[in-house]
């Protein structure tokens, strides 16, 4: 199931600099998790990804969320899942540069999928899938795995599940 959405990626902090091509990346991944999910959602509808710093995530984390620290990716809906098909708007994703950073350095994992991964896993909120309980978690997992494996990325998962 392809269809056309318009992505804004927006870059702003200059850290993201470090990451070659980020925008075609942030596309490339939105389209994956699109495809992968299944979901008609309006043709055209837009869905912004903004990569930002620390400090702009905090701020928003802290707002929305009442946790007053940066985070990796913050996924923000637009409109309810059964709701897709006829939503101009589908939600945006902020990524925050030096948690993202320190995450892929500390997981052994370069910064392009780790990103990627992420922009998955946010596109995949915006859609209506969480991890609250286990189920839920396993479904949305099984998701990005294969959005990941579309992209050629390896499972982000598999050196967790090996950890006791």
Sequence with gaps: MVQTLSIDVLVQAPQWAALAGAEELAERAVAAALARAGLAVHEGAELSVALADDAAVRQLNAQWRGFDKPTNVLSFPAAEPDELADAPHIGDIVLAFETVEREARDDGKTLADHTTHLIVHGV?????????????????????????????????????????
């Excluded at 949305?140 to 050196?159: K, N, Q, R, S, V």
């Design 124 to 164: 995949l909120h915006l859609l209506g899938f969480d991890h609250e309980t286990d189920p839920e978690a396993e479904a949305m997992e099984a998701l990005e795995i294969a959005a990941l494996a579309d992209l050629g990325i390896a499972d982000p998962y598999a050196d967790l599940e090996l950890e006791t």
